[in-house]
């Protein structure tokens, strides 16, 4: 009497067969793609209807997010012109640089910007030497060289919200200016005044002190 | 042809394996070496702890780093991934390379960038993909998991023209203006990115969910199935790799068995070592060395290659520890100052098409102590309104600001969770700043915290705006949600895209 095959044996025989590579059955292979791929974009367009992008800076319409410094003026070149590879984020000091999602095709997937309510730039210029494709372009971390170049935005004072407008004493963003009276000055009692040599790093935005924030940095408009 | 042999591929493959621990390794850290610091980099702000990167313990325990130049110099082993400066030259992927060229094409550095992989290429063909890819070492591990999963292998034909269509779509589309679609094609730049989105950028949950998603179809049609018939770069190296000097080649191909394919069996990349030219997509691994039965495979200076092992540890801690902690990181922190979930100025055309400027500002005060050595939670949250309208007289002759009108009656808040209104707030005028002679904001400490996603809805004011205004509670890191429904996008795009180019691959000939 022959002597059963034991059921490990049989098995594994069994997982040897089914792991052997078999050839693709090209019909179904292609009809299988074309239903994935249908399937794929039908969720994706739906989606993009349903699109709540969330970010933390807020953009009014049509409103134009503050890029790092020696960005190209024009956004739509700028846009083109960045290969969304990242390297600003990375080699930025104080991490201000963030990036749009890549869902968020309305300012060009992760193309970099400014939050500067969170963090403000603190003018290394690492970012613009290390652009490969000159969407940033070089700028020498020079205090007058910064003061000439850099013009990513420009601070907006609201007279409603601000401290001292409404009758105290605050100045928390003329003290975190990195270029008083050329960028921003205090008219007594101390209500703060923008000048034309503010550069956008927004570093008075971060340090206000009131909610919704006073002083915010806007592009400047062309 | 001559001096250049490696005979048994054993230290070959250590070295290899060494190298991509470490490549790995470092992708996912160095984020962290170098960007840890920019955690608490404002402490003096206002808002210092609004937004913390990481979790505080995590923080507390890396070492300090220099500046941001850290995270540049650790990523150097992978080149950076799209690309960094090396030796005062920079490398770059050759697909966003090729972008670069294109978008700027006066720029030295960059042709220099553009050609120096190029270069290498040329000389050792793919090895990239099984040396420094982290997306490489991501399907290794995948391919330990699906081989020990009751799933059949597929032959994929040595013939797959579907990736250098998506080598040209991406390219080309870069030339128009759209790179995204190379950061989204190659799949280890999207990996690369979302790892260094978590860490760095709070969120990166699309990307991550792209990625997933190739992942999972990977797991069910073949994880290498991607790097032999999609990847762009894998295909660049491939027609590079065409010319190259450094091959794997059989020995003698008479002393193989007749039928023996064992060397096929083990390529990664679906290749043929076994008819003694693994062909140009080899990447120089020595896998196949070891399944010869007569050690009959060497590397010389004439033809073909593999790579890795799956890296189970390196992967645990890619695909679980760095996820989590990201998860872990959100809501975690030990707050000891305000955080600021809302803080927007809306600006509304409404009225006759005057402005009409609503700001909200909501402070979580839930962990806030009265100072730092006080164990006294204040709790709550205080919501903050002010509603101008009108345009903004000129400057006084001094350079003063003038004061748009501001809303001064009655005004309705409601804050609103899933929903269901938590809070309703009702002022007869506004309340601060006190003790000042002008008052312009609406603000009232409500015993609801309030949390991301939570919203703020202004009910209307007669005459200003009609229906209610909705204020979001954003939050640092977004984007968890996305990475559910981008997760299911890529699976389905990627199984698709895979099925066709499984479908339309050929045998040679």
């Given at each position: 009497m022959a002597k059963p095959t034991p059921m490990r044996k049989r098995l594994q025989s069994g997982w040897k067969q089914l792991k052997k590579p078999v050839p693709p059955d090209r019909r179904r292979f292609f009809l299988q793609g074309l239903v994935f791929a249908v399937a794929g974009l039908a969720f994706a367009l739906w989606k993009a209807t349903q699109a709540r992008v969330q970010r933390r800076v807020v953009l009014g319409q049509g409103e134009l997010p503050v890029r790092p410094p020696g960005a190209i003026v024009d956004d739509d070149t700028f846009q083109a012109a960045c290969i969304h590879c990242g390297m600003c984020g990375m080699v930025c000091e104080s991490g201000c640089i963030r990036f749009f999602g890549a869902n968020d095709v309305e300012h060009g997937p992760v193309t970099p910007y400014l939050d500067v309510r969170r963090r403000s730039c603190v003018l290394c210029m690492k970012c613009t030497d290390i652009c490969p494709t000159g969407a940033l372009s070089p700028i020498a971390r020079e205090l007058p060289v910064i003061k000439e170049e850099v013009r990513m935005g420009v601070a907006e004072v609201d007279p409603e919200l601000c401290i001292s407008y409404l009758g105290r004493v605050c100045g928390f963003c003329h003290d975190a200016c990195p270029i008083p009276k050329e960028a921003l000055r205090l008219l007594p009692p101390a209500y703060p005044q923008v000048l034309d040599g503010c550069i956008g790093c927004g570093r008075c935005a971060e340090f206000c002190p009131q909610t919704p924030t006073a002083i915010m940095v806007k592009r400047r408009s062309a | 042809m001559s001096g250049f042999v490696v005979e048994n591929g054993r230290l070959h493959r250590w070295l290899r394996g060494l190298v991509q621990v470490v490549a790995v390794a470092l992708v996912v850290v160095s984020p962290l070496v170098g960007g840890w610091q920019r955690t608490d980099a404002s402490s003096l702000s206002a808002w210092g702890r609004d937004a913390y990167d990481l979790p505080l313990d995590v923080a507390n325990a890396l070492p300090p780093a220099a500046d941001g130049q850290a995270v540049l110099?650790?990523?150097?082993?992978?080149?950076?991934?799209?690309?960094?400066?090396?030796?005062?030259?920079?490398?770059?992927?050759?697909?966003?390379?090729?972008?670069?060229?294109?978008?700027?094409?006066?720029?030295?550095?960059?042709?220099?960038?553009?050609?120096?992989?190029?270069?290498?290429?040329?000389?050792?063909?793919?090895?990239?993909?099984?040396?420094?890819?982290?997306?490489?070492?991501?399907?290794?591990?995948?391919?330990?998991?699906?081989?020990?999963?009751?799933?059949?292998?597929?032959?994929?034909?040595?013939?797959?023209?579907?990736?250098?269509?998506?080598?040209?779509?991406?390219?080309?589309?870069?030339?128009?203006?759209?790179?995204?679609?190379?950061?989204?094609?190659?799949?280890?730049?999207?990996?690369?990115?979302?790892?260094y989105g978590m860490w760095l950028l709070g969120g990166g949950g699309a990307l991550v969910g792209w990625v997933a998603g190739l992942v999972v179809a990977g797991l069910w049609l073949g994880p290498n199935v991607y790097c032999a018939t999609l990847c762009p770069t894998g295909a660049f190296f491939a027609l590079m790799g065409r010319f190259r000097l450094v091959r794997v080649q059989l020995k003698d191909a008479n002393a193989c068995g007749p039928t023996c394919h064992s060397c096929d069996l083990r390529c990664w990349l679906s290749l043929h070592p076994s008819t003694g030219d693994a062909g140009a997509d080899c990447d120089n691994c020595a896998r196949c060395f070891s399944a010869c039965p007569k050690d009959n495979l060497h590397i010389t200076t004439g033809r073909g290659e593999r790579r890795g092992r799956p890296l189970p540890v390196v992967m645990a801690m890619l695909l679980l520890v760095a996820p989590s902690m990201t998860w872990a990181a959100d809501g975690n922190e030990p707050i000891m100052r305000p955080r600021l979930v809302v803080d927007e100025m809306r600006d509304l055309h409404t009225v006759a098409g005057a402005p009409l400027l609503v700001g909200v500002g909501v402070l979580d005060k839930s962990q806030t102590r009265m100072n730092l050595y006080s164990d006294l939670v204040v709790g709550g949250s205080e919501v903050t309104v002010v509603v101008g309208h009108g345009e903004r007289p000129p400057k006084d002759a001094r350079g003063r600001l003038q004061m748009r009108q501001t809303h001064q009656g009655p005004l309705e808040l409601k804050v609103v969770r899933r929903g269901a209104a938590l809070e309703h707030i009702h002022f007869d005028a506004p309340t601060a700043p006190k003790s000042t002679q002008r008052q312009t904001l609406y603000r009232a400490h409500v015993e609801t915290v309030v949390q991301v996603g939570d919203e703020v809805w202004v009910m209307p004011v007669d005459s200003l705006f009609e229906k209610p205004l909705v204020f979001r509670a954003h939050e640092p890191r977004s984007g968890r949600d996305e990475a559910w429904g981008w997760a299911l996008v890529g699976a389905l795009l990627w199984s698709g895209l895979l099925s066709f180019a499984v479908a339309t691959s050929r045998p040679p000939g």
């Open positions: - | 110099d650790h990523s150097r082993v992978l080149f950076g991934g799209t690309g960094v400066e090396l030796f005062g030259v920079s490398f770059v992927d050759p697909v966003v390379g090729a972008a670069s060229v294109l978008r700027a094409p006066g720029d030295v550095g960059g042709w220099a960038s553009f050609l120096l992989p190029l270069l290498v290429a040329l000389l050792l063909g793919r090895v990239f993909c099984g040396w420094l890819c982290i997306f490489g070492v991501v399907s290794r591990f995948v391919d330990g998991l699906r081989s020990r999963l009751p799933l059949h292998p597929y032959e994929v034909g040595e013939q797959r023209w579907m990736r250098f269509v998506l080598l040209a779509v991406s390219t080309v589309a870069s030339a128009w203006g759209l790179q995204h679609i190379a950061v989204h094609a190659i799949a280890y730049l999207a990996l690369q990115h979302s790892i």
